[in-house]
């Protein structure tokens, strides 16, 4: 027996899996609490832990794709979610695909039959006020939950509905066409902006309002409602030929000063003018503003890369439009997954702002183990920036605030490598390998660490 008091997890998905396999692998107990079956969420279908909801699929295997580094990187950390995932690994290309069915039940009995782990069933309507927590309630938290975690937080800080732009890697724009310059030259030129002409705007909107939308899950039409106050691009489109270039790609103030003076050059001024926000510290990624939408991904490539200067646009993360509750992290998280104002409370999967199942497992794994190095009396830790796991959560604690959305892993958050790489297979191995090199390096301190305290 243990003389700790116990760990809370709310939440039994990815992420509170995770979190509550890497507590009790350090010697603390934990109570994972869980509210399925006693109330069920609109999306999930059984009572079992970690429950795939959308696909079956934790993306690309290839270690020099994001989401395969990100499954490595795990993988050397000791990830249950991952291992597990391995061990019921069904084809699927490159992809590392589950039988979700039995993955889900194997964690359930794995959790349930470990000695330090209670599973307790019912929900939660509010944060435990003492002792150390893990929220990983993810996007689909309850509503008394969510209720007080917005009084928690501040309104201000939570987000209930996802409507998210594309985000565009930097070195995939042609910045011979693009330009960057903020509206009548106030300030720093902040936007990249990509001008087309009449024939190339006509062109753009004809196409978008043909092109094809994701159909709604039965759980998200309730909130369409709220597309009204954030609409997306292809209904703006189809409200007429002229609507776009009134809402977010009006042309006023925007000039290219490569081109001469605006005055003296009214033919240089665009008909139109898509606007690109920097979306890091780095200026690697850029955020296309205004352009939430509700099209398939394919037809966003399709459609998108029709804009002048983003014809080769690599897309680090698609323009969403569905029913989801996040904190604004940059306000409230620190790197460690620590809330800033409580340093017992931390958060993990996508209510903390990160996107996808392998991000969610990362998430678990670092709250997990920072909660229990806090009940062990340890420094808490975070992994190095040049880690896939380090980066996502160095960006969603550092993002802006003001426009910060839930992230997906992808190259363009990690710091640039030292000498510039052109060919993209080659430049995403060299952050593969320093990636790795940088983690095990990690893992070296943390156990020498740990023998030094022994």
């Known amino acids: 027996m243990t003389d700790f008091s116990p760990i809370h997890v709310i939440g039994g998905g990815l992420a509170g899996t995770e979190a509550a396999w890497q507590i009790a692998q350090a010697g603390i107990p934990v109570i994972l609490h869980e509210m399925r079956p006693i109330r069920q969420s609109p999306a999930h279908h059984s009572e079992y832990l970690a429950e795939l909801v959308c696909s079956n699929s934790f993306g690309a295997q290839a270690t020099d794709r994001a989401s395969g580094l990100l499954h490595e990187e795990l993988r050397r950390l000791g990830s249950i979610v991952i291992q597990t995932a391995d061990k019921h690994q069904v084809p699927a290309g490159g992809a590392l695909a589950v039988d979700r069915g039995v993955f889900s039940q194997d964690l359930t009995e794995t959790l349930s039959n470990h000695p330090l782990i209670e599973l307790r069933r019912g929900e939660i309507t509010a944060i435990p006020r003492d002792g150390i927590v893990v929220l990983t309630t993810g996007p689909l938290t309850s509503e008394a939950l969510a209720e007080d975690l917005r009084e928690f937080t501040g309104m201000a800080y939570m987000s209930f509905f996802d409507a998210a732009s594309p ?27 990509c001008p087309m002409n009449k024939e190339q705007y006509l062109h753009f909107w004809q196409e978008l309002c043909k092109a094809e939308q994701a159909e709604l899950k ?6 369409a409602k709220f597309f009204e106050a954030c609409l997306p691009i292809e ?5 007429g030929e002229d609507t776009m270039r009134y809402g977010p790609l009006k042309p006023v103030g925007l000039f290219d000063a490569r081109k001469g003076d605006f005055r003296e050059n009214k033919e240089h001024r665009p008909y139109a003018v898509v606007q690109l926000r920097q979306e890091d510290k780095s200026g690697q990624l850029w955020n296309m503003v205004g352009f939430q939408t509700n099209l398939r991904w394919g037809e966003q490539k399709r459609v998108f890369q029709l804009i002048p200067g983003l014809e080769n646009a690599e897309f680090v993360r698609m323009g969403v439009m569905h029913r989801n509750t996040f904190i604004n992290s940059p306000e409230l998280l620190s790197p460690t997954l620590q809330f800033k104002s409580r340093s017992s409370l931390l958060a993990a999967g996508q209510l903390s702002g990160t996107e996808g199942y392998t991000a969610a497992c990362a998430g678990g794994w670092l709250a997990g183990t920072n909660a229990a190095r806090i009940a062990l009396g340890l420094p808490t830790v975070t992994l190095p920036v040049t880690t896939m796991m380090g980066a996502m959560f160095d960006f969603i604690s550092s993002a802006s605030p003001k426009h910060f959305q839930p992230m997906p892993p992808n190259f363009g958050i990690l710091p640039e490598l030292p000498n510039k790489i052109r060919n993209k297979q080659e430049r995403y191995g060299q952050y593969r390998d320093r990636a790795l090199s940088d983690l095990d390096s990690f893992r070296f301190s943390l156990k020498n660490y740990a023998l030094a305290l022994s």
């Open 167 to 193: 985000i565009v890697v930097g070195e995939s724009i042609d910045f011979e066409t693009a330009f960057l310059a903020s509206r009548y030259d106030r300030g720093e030129a902040a936007y990249l902006n």
């Open 218 to 223: 039965d759980f998200e039409r309730e909130t």
């Open 235 to 239: 209904e703006m489109a189809r409200r």
